[in-house]
């Protein structure tokens, strides 16, 4: 049993490098004009959706009430945050060798502190793109802004967007989980 704490990093580290290979984030534009909804991903590196349109197609929603396109190779986070992960993926590893309550205590609340900031930025991201719209819009509504929700569900115009984890987001959130039960094993046996 000494070999727990290990199994379950090493299964926390598969969760979390996951994310070099599902989206991040799922934000689902569902209206009348798209019964099935348009789905845009996050991933740690680009921004795109079910087809190679589906970037423009969101770009040509907002140019209508004034918001700007969505260009991925002007988000900064999107050229470092895969180096980001792999250093989180490198301490990981870390952790797992030293074997010690406080190692993976120390990664999982550095993963959080560091996710914490992340939500953070994509809110400020948001809300940019939400709020700072274009005066010679088509459409202008009075007082109306257009951010999409962090997280949950929210009806903008005749639109409702939906934002939540998707695949990688998830798995990473479980390798936080994971290496919490590591450290209240190892902690347990110490």
């Given at each position: 049993?000494k070999w727990l704490p290990?199994?379950?990093?090493?299964?926390?580290?598969?969760g979390f490098?996951?994310?070099f290979?599902?989206p991040?984030?799922?934000?689902?534009?569902?209206?009348p004009?798209?019964?099935?909804g348009?789905?845009?991903?996050?991933w740690?590196?680009?921004?795109g959706g079910?087809?190679?349109?589906?970037l423009?197609?969101?770009n040509?929603?907002?140019h209508y009430?004034?918001?700007k396109?969505?260009e991925?190779?002007?988000i900064?986070e999107?050229?470092?945050?895969?180096?980001v992960?792999l250093?989180?993926?490198?301490?990981?590893l870390l952790?797992?060798?030293?074997n010690k309550?406080?190692a993976?205590?120390?990664?999982a609340l550095?993963?959080?502190?560091l996710?914490?900031i992340?939500i953070?930025?994509?809110y400020?991201?948001?809300?940019?793109y939400?709020?700072?719209?274009?005066?010679?819009?088509?459409i202008k509504?009075?007082?109306?802004?257009?951010?999409p929700p962090?997280?949950?569900?929210?009806t903008?115009?005749?639109?409702?967007?939906?934002?939540?984890p998707?695949t990688?987001?998830?798995?990473?959130?479980i390798?936080?989980i994971?290496?919490?039960?590591?450290f209240?094993?190892?902690?347990?046996?110490s």
């Amino acid at each position: 049993m000494k070999w727990l704490p290990r199994l379950l990093m090493i299964l926390g580290l598969a969760g979390f490098l996951s994310l070099f290979a599902f989206p991040l984030w799922r934000i689902t534009l569902v209206a009348p004009q798209y019964p099935t909804g348009v789905r845009m991903y996050i991933w740690i590196n680009k921004i795109g959706g079910e087809t190679a349109g589906t970037l423009q197609n969101i770009n040509i929603l907002n140019h209508y009430v004034g918001m700007k396109f969505i260009e991925p190779e002007s988000i900064p986070e999107l050229s470092y945050f895969p180096y980001v992960v792999l250093a989180l993926g490198l301490l990981g590893l870390l952790a797992m060798v030293i074997n010690k309550p406080w190692a993976y205590l120390g990664w999982a609340l550095l993963v959080i502190i560091l996710a914490a900031i992340g939500i953070y930025d994509f809110y400020l991201w948001e809300y940019d793109y939400g709020h700072h719209l274009s005066p010679t819009a088509p459409i202008k509504i009075p007082g109306a802004s257009y951010q999409p929700p962090v997280i949950g569900k929210k009806t903008i115009l005749n639109f409702t967007a939906y934002s939540y984890p998707h695949t990688g987001g998830i798995l990473a959130g479980i390798s936080i989980i994971l290496a919490l039960v590591a450290f209240k094993i190892k902690k347990s046996w110490s």
